[in-house]
């Protein structure tokens, strides 16, 4: 099955700040890959499907890019509710599988 | 508007079968290229994706996990269950089910939006 690796695993940032969060492949998913966002006692909700795409109503502010084994999430400008925990999915092979996840904490 | 809504216990004992019901709405899966899945989250811990129903009664499970794993669907009702038999305590973990599609003119492609709220499950005698 595909791993995927999710760096670093928190992160301490202040509003405004901008972020860049990592999710790295086993093997190519091609674009195959998407980013969710779970706040706390929350079920994950979609971010960016298909390593750039937005999902529904997600702002602007949200981008992914990459391809293959290697893809980020980018928040171009911090705002207080997007301190959360985000995670990587890909669709790419069976089993579909998630990374560990990154914690965005308020420094 | 979709929507998904998880059932079942909160508590099983270890050796025991765990019955889940996901009931939905906005949506029917009598209708081409839709589906549910079926995803996990042990405390503080990352997702893991279990199962997953599609329209058509394809049935899809996580290799580590098929042997104990059964899911179905009841299209009149608008539910999708999932059953685990062994259960043992780690398998303790919110349970989430969630929406999908194949469908050729969908951009979401096998990707799971939304999602139901979860129902944790507690795996102790």
């Known amino acids: 099955e595909i791993v995927l690796t999710q760096s670093p695993a928190t992160l301490s940032l202040s509003p405004g700040e901008r972020v860049t969060l990592s999710c790295r492949a086993s093997?190519?998913?091609?674009?195959?890959l998407g980013w969710y966002q779970q706040k706390p006692g929350q079920a994950p909700r979609l971010l960016i499907y298909d390593a750039s795409n937005r999902a529904t109503d997600i702002p602007a502010r949200f981008s992914g890019s990459g391809s293959g084994t290697d893809f980020t999430l980018t928040i171009s400008s911090l705002e207080p509710e997007d301190f959360a925990l985000y995670h990587c999915?890909?669709?790419?092979?069976?089993?579909?599988?998630f990374g560990q996840g990154t914690k965005l904490e308020i420094k | 508007q979709i929507t998904l809504k998880e059932s079942g216990p909160t508590l099983v004992k270890p050796t025991q079968t765990l019955t889940l019901t996901c009931t939905f709405s906005g949506f029917s899966l009598s209708t081409t290229g839709l589906g549910v899945g079926w995803i996990r989250q042990p405390p503080g811990k990352a997702l893991e994706w279990l199962a997953l129903i599609y329209w058509d009664d394809d049935k899809r499970y996580s290799p580590s996990l098929k042997s104990r794993l059964t899911i179905t669907k009841d299209t009149s009702k608008n539910q999708v269950v999932l059953t685990m038999t062994n259960m043992d305590s780690v398998d303790t973990a919110t349970y989430y089910c969630?929406?999908?599609?194949?469908?050729?003119?969908?951009?979401?492609?096998?990707?799971?939006?939304?999602w139901g709220q979860g129902t944790l499950v507690t795996v102790s005698s």
């Open positions: 969630a929406h999908t599609t194949i469908h050729s003119t969908s951009s979401l492609y096998n990707w799971f939006d939304p």
């Open positions: 093997q190519s998913v091609s674009r195959f």
């Open positions: 999915q890909q669709r790419s092979n069976w089993p579909f599988t």
